[in-house]
């Protein structure tokens, strides 16, 4: 049973993120990319690292996408625009695709990937994850904070450039009031 979730959900994820391009409309595109987000915090609960589960649903799923829409809504995108296909640039994205397989299949199929490191004895999944939540708040404070104060800086660098600036506001209000006489 877990092995039928894990490639249901592995499909699922898979699928739904190369629909992220595939889209038209940059709303579903977001919305697919939620269903991938919410897929690959499945795959880890059932490897049993529920911190990397929630936080994948919280921050990714969550805070990440509700800023994605935010900018979809913000640029107020209608319909997309027919792009004209550049033939070099689809060329190297085909041979950088390529690549990119042919070392997926070196590195696992062929086994040179390397001596993985062997997890201790007795050790699992949510032992390690009780580890890794340590180490994050205690050795790496400084720098997980630091990213916390980028991403307000960033939050408020948008609104700051999504606001109108308050002449633009009088001028319509006039107008409409113009208008309306």
């Known amino acids: 049973m877990i092995d039928f979730m894990f490639y249901f959900l592995a499909a699922l994820t898979v699928l739904s ?11 579903n595109g977001a919305m697919f990319m939620i269903v991938s987000f919410v897929g690959t915090a499945a795959l880890f609960a059932l490897l049993q690292a529920f ?11 969550g805070a990440v996408m509700v800023l994605f829409l935010f900018i979809i809504m913000l640029l107020n995108i209608e319909k997309t625009q027919a792009l004209k296909v550049n033939r070099g640039i689809a060329a190297l994205s085909i041979v950088a695709f390529l690549a990119m397989v042919a ?3 070196f590195l696992f199929v062929e086994g040179r990937a390397g001596p993985f490191p062997a997890l201790p004895a007795g050790a699992v999944p949510a032992s390690l994850t009780k580890h890794f939540g340590y180490e994050l708040f ?6 997980f904070q630091v990213t916390g104060f980028l991403l ?14 308050a002449d633009e506001t009088v001028d319509a209000t006039a107008d409409a009031k113009g208008a309306n006489r």
Not at 17 to 27: D, E, F, G, T, Y
Not at 53 to 60: D, F, K, N, S, W
Not at 138 to 143: A, Q, V
Not at 152 to 165: F, T
């Open 17 to 27: 993120a190369l629909m992220v391009p595939c889209s038209r409309n940059p709303v």
């Open 152 to 165: 307000l800086i960033a939050m408020i660098g948008v609104i700051y450039i999504s606001k109108k600036p």
């Open 138 to 143: 205690t050795k790496y404070m400084l720098p």
């Open 51 to 61: 911190f990397l589960a929630i936080v994948q649903v919280l921050v990714y799923a």
């Open 103 to 105: 070392a997926v299949w």
